[in-house]
């Protein structure tokens, strides 16, 4: 079966609403699935509207699609759901220089250990210039690969 012809697109035909509701704190995600629960706010939403659920401590949040409303009652479908109190900051992949502890090792004598964004935590010579090392996700990392090159250089390393 096709989908019928549309002679002219009508812009109220292909909208829908989106809400924000924010909920009082002792309030579950189960509270919400009752259609019941509903009752003072049935007026305001109709079906195909999209509802994002949060709490007033922001515990929790739902993002739901009403599929029926009726006097007193509104049915919903849930679409997201997500418990904000297990979510946990996805750690950085490469140390930051704000990091580094004050008694962290330091690289020998005429090397330079420093952070650029492009190519992570280096390694340097100083006179000349060279960059010996790059793309280091930590510092201590790139001192230890200043370390390895002053030795090969010194002749130290078989």
Do not use: C
Request: net charge neutral; no cysteine.
């Amino acid at each position: 079966m096709k989908i019928p012809a549309i002679t002219r697109l009508n812009g109220a035909d292909f909208s829908r609403t989106l809400r924000r509701m924010i909920v009082p704190s002792d309030m579950t995600m189960e509270d919400v699935s009752v259609p019941g629960n509903w009752a003072n706010v049935f007026s305001l939403v109709k079906a195909d509207d999209e509802v994002i659920v949060i709490p007033e401590d922001r515990t929790w949040r739902l993002h739901l699609l009403v599929t029926e409303v009726g006097v007193g009652f509104v049915k919903t479908a849930l679409l997201h759901a997500i418990d904000l109190t297990k979510v946990i900051a996805k750690a950085p992949a490469v140390q930051q220089p704000s990091e580094v502890a004050d008694d962290a090792p330091q690289p020998p004598a005429g090397y330079t250990v420093n952070f650029a964004p492009a190519h992570k935590w280096r390694a340097m010579t100083n006179d000349p210039h060279m960059v010996i090392s790059k793309d280091h996700r930590t510092r201590a990392e790139a001192v230890q690969a200043a370390h390895a090159h002053a030795a090969k250089a010194q002749g130290l390393a078989a």
